[in-house]
């Protein structure tokens, strides 16, 4: 069973940053392609960023691309380095691992998630 525990959301104004780490409980995971989703109240959960297992590949969706970035380090985290924050932003954020898809059904691991709030 592989754990995932997301950490850094919390109360940003827009125009700001956030980095989300995404930590895992198995040496194993660095061969697992990553993922971060986001999900706002009332919405359905949405695809943010991936990355593959070794780092190489990226791709994100339109509504981040070029204000965030996903990365891993040499040992069990994923990062989501997060700037220019709106406040359409907002959002759980969920890291999740097994997939390298925009497809939430791809991941068979996630997170319980970290709140991000941007406001006005």
């Known amino acids: 069973q592989v754990q995932l525990v997301e950490s850094g959301g919390g109360l940003v104004q827009a125009g700001g940053s956030l980095r989300l780490s995404c930590a895992t409980s198995?040496?194993?995971?660095?061969?697992?392609?990553m993922g971060w989703f986001r999900q706002a109240p009332g919405k359905e959960r949405e695809f943010v960023a991936a990355?593959?297992?070794?780092?190489?590949?990226t791709y994100y969706s339109d509504s981040v691309k070029g204000r965030f970035t996903i990365s891993r380090d040499n040992a069990k985290t994923v990062y989501l380095q997060m700037n220019s924050l709106k406040p359409e932003d907002t959002a759980v954020y969920y890291c999740?691992?097994?997939?390298?898809?925009?497809?939430?059904?791809?991941?068979?691991?996630w997170g319980r998630g970290t709140q991000v709030t941007v406001s006005s």
């Open positions: 198995r040496r194993s995971v660095r061969t697992y392609d």
């Open positions: 990355i593959n297992w070794s780092g190489a590949n």
């Open positions: 999740a691992a097994g997939g390298y898809s925009s497809d939430y059904g791809d991941y068979p691991y």
